[in-house]
């Protein structure tokens, strides 16, 4: 239960218990700062408390938003603060330093809440304030300025800006024009009936799996009710994220769910078009699995790019802008070029519509086939922006950001013992990183037997060289892709070179696992959580350490065998890095870790 304490002398027609009591907080009256600083020490610390002017005249959506959104620990409107358990001491030292400056008597004309803020913001301490645009919250010192504050009221329509709040600002085409116009009001419809975002995510989940389900049966019928289905799960999955802005039930748990289940919808679905491909005498896993990596690497460019930049600062008097970052800022004031820039790069709305209608219409391989050379193109583009981006623009890479890079290359124990035993350095991180990768690469595309390994062992010295120092370089933000298409790429090739009956699968599962540890690694790091603990890492044996078994594997055991081997690497690895995940998720939810919301990744 929330605690509201409402100071000051009551206004005779004023709605603000109410609509206090309406989000959810237990009301209580004080006449003055000493008593507004008796009732806060009786609320427990592990409570929300707010302070609020009784005077307040506002948008009950404008409270909502300052008073119960569970990301900030202090948040402030006009005439309200409040406080999570986080921010509960910074908000009682402010509250004694006024009862003591005002001597304890009767409250001054200016608003006890905001000299609490004032005094929050003299300690230096952080009180978010959420952007009201023409939301009204204001305390009126006469009765014209009331009368005035009572007509802003009236005068907007506080429902419809929530209804619009709750749509990301920044979105796709498709999801923009497509989607959110209708699924706003699904949202609302779930607030209303006490439905919880995680439900709403889980229900995406069921329907994308049954869409998965569907495709699986390699029927024409089929195949209409994936696509179908697959949208459905997609306006779920908008659902449940305006649902959170607009109810403001934001969660660490929420957000992990959100974006986890994002990619097991996805990579479900493709595994049910490769099996009702299969059913039809075509074998598209090749393809499946190859979707899936170019996916999963775009992915981690993305999180690699920003991870790299986003606590960068300026070198010198040196901007961090770049002419890249102009031109880009130029073409977004033209209105036409910012809808074709955020389709052709694929995100998630269109690729979704195009897989959908793709399935519906015509075959499994002509979908992968769109898919492929749609994801590529887009990598190519967003990667060679942030590449140009990265070579002009002048900044210097932070401990933290070069920390994060390292947790996302993965490295294993293999690499970190070459690193400790060779002395010499053989170059520049990427440098190394891209040498040991090529070599890799020609080595299973040979048809030797045993040059795959010999080309593992090699990329494992490239990998353990290539974090010997910090990755601050202006391009180091690419090594960790360049790890996982080495990892991913060779399963994928080992694999279909076994040429038998249920290895590209098995390779699929494994792809699938490793790929569910590194989504989690990005997770964990943009929840400020750190990267998953050291023993987790060396258990599943780091990127290096499962590419050379992989090639180990692939050269001693017959190609059956192979299948095998990899089934059980797959299984394994899922069983340890799932519970993990899910025990690490689960204890932060009721740790009480900030609550956090995503906003999704462009791709």
């Known amino acids: 239960m929330s605690t509201a304490i409402l100071t000051g002398q009551p206004v005779p027609g004023s709605s603000i218990e109410g609509d206090l009591r309406s989000l959810g907080f237990d009301v209580r009256i004080a006449s003055d700062a000493a008593e507004a600083e008796t009732l806060l020490a009786q609320v427990p610390g592990d409570q929300r408390v707010a302070v609020v002017d009784a005077r307040f005249v506002g948008h009950v959506h404008a409270l ?27 908000l009682t030292r402010a509250v004694a330093r006024e009862n003591s400056a005002g001597g304890g008597t ?3 004309v200016d608003s006890l809440a905001d000299r609490i803020v004032t005094a929050l913001d003299a300690d230096g301490t952080a009180v978010h304030r959420p952007e009201l645009g023409r939301l009204v919250a204001a305390v009126p010192v006469d009765p014209q300025a009331g009368n005035e504050a009572r007509q802003a009221v009236a005068a907007v329509d506080d429902e419809a800006i929530r209804l619009k709040s709750a749509v990301k600002a920044r979105d796709g085409f498709f999801t923009t024009y497509f989607i ?37 049966t390699g029927t024409r019928g089929g195949f209409v009710a994936a696509g179908v289905l697959l949208i459905a799960s997609f306006v779920l999955d908008c659902t449940d994220g305006q649902l959170a802005r607009y109810s403001l039930q934001y969660s660490t748990l929420g957000a992990w769910l959100d974006a986890t289940f994002d990619r097991a919808k996805e990579y479900a679905y493709y595994a049910g078009l490769a099996l009702g491909a299969a059913r039809g005498g075509d074998d598209v896993w090749a393809l499946a699995l190859g979707a899936m990596v170019l996916q999963t690497c775009r992915h981690v460019v993305d999180f690699s790019f920003n991870e790299a930049n986003h606590d960068a600062t300026a070198l010198g008097k040196l901007s961090l802008a770049s002419p890249t970052a102009a031109l880009s800022d130029k073409l977004d004031s033209v209105g036409w070029t910012v809808w074709i820039r955020r389709m052709i790069v694929l995100p998630i709305g269109e690729r979704w519509a195009m897989i959908a209608v793709l399935t519906a219409v015509t075959t499994p391989r002509i979908t992968f086939y769109a898919l492929l050379i749609g994801c590529a193109f887009a990598a190519t583009y967003t990667t060679a922006g942030r590449v140009l981006r990265s070579l002009t623009r002048k900044a210097q ?3 933290r950001a070069a920390q994060a890079l390292a947790d996302l290359a993965d490295n294993g124990p293999l ?3 070459v690193a400790r035993a060779t002395r010499a350095r053989l170059g520049a991180p990427l440098l190394v990183a891209l040498a040991g990768t090529a070599v890799l690469a020609v080595a299973l595309f040979s048809g030797v037997t045993w040059a795959p390994v010999a080309g593992a062992v090699v990329y494992t010295v490239a990998a353990g060289q290539a974090l010997y120092r910090p990755l601050k370089g202006s391009l180091d933000w690419l090594v960790p892709p360049l790890f996982r298409a080495a990892e991913y790429g060779t399963v994928l090739i080992l694999a279909a070179e076994a040429d038998v009956q249920g290895a590209l699968p098995a390779a699929f599962g494994l792809v699938s696992a490793v790929a569910y540890h590194h989504y989690d690694t990005v997770y964990r790091i943009r929840g400020d959580a750190g990267a998953p603990p050291a023993w987790l890492v060396r258990v599943i044996g780091g990127h290096e350490g499962r590419t050379l078994l ?33 025990r690490f998720w689960v204890a932060a939810h009721k740790g009480g870790a900030p609550a956090v919301h995503d906003e999704g990744e462009p791709a």
Request: charged fraction near 10%; proline fraction near 5%; glycine fraction near 4%.
């Open 180 to 216: 959110s116009p209708y699924s706003r009001y699904i949202a609302r419809w779930c607030a209303r009936r006490g439905l919880t975002p995680n439900q709403v995510t889980t229900a995406s989940l069921l329907t994308a799996l049954i869409a998965a389900g569907c495709a699986a």
């Open 550 to 582: 992989v090639a180990v594997l692939a050269a001693v055991l017959t190609a059956s065998q192979f299948t095998v081997a990899l089934t059980v690497l797959a299984v394994a690895i899922a069983l340890v890095v799932l519970v993990e995940s899910i």
């Open 397 to 399: 890479r932070t401990d």
């Open 64 to 90: 909502r938003l300052g008073l119960t959104d569970p990301r900030f620990p202090l948040a402030a409107v006009a005439g309200a603060v409040t406080a999570q358990p986080a921010g509960r001491q910074a």
């Open 106 to 108: 009767a409250l001054a």
């Open 415 to 417: 690499a970190y013992l």
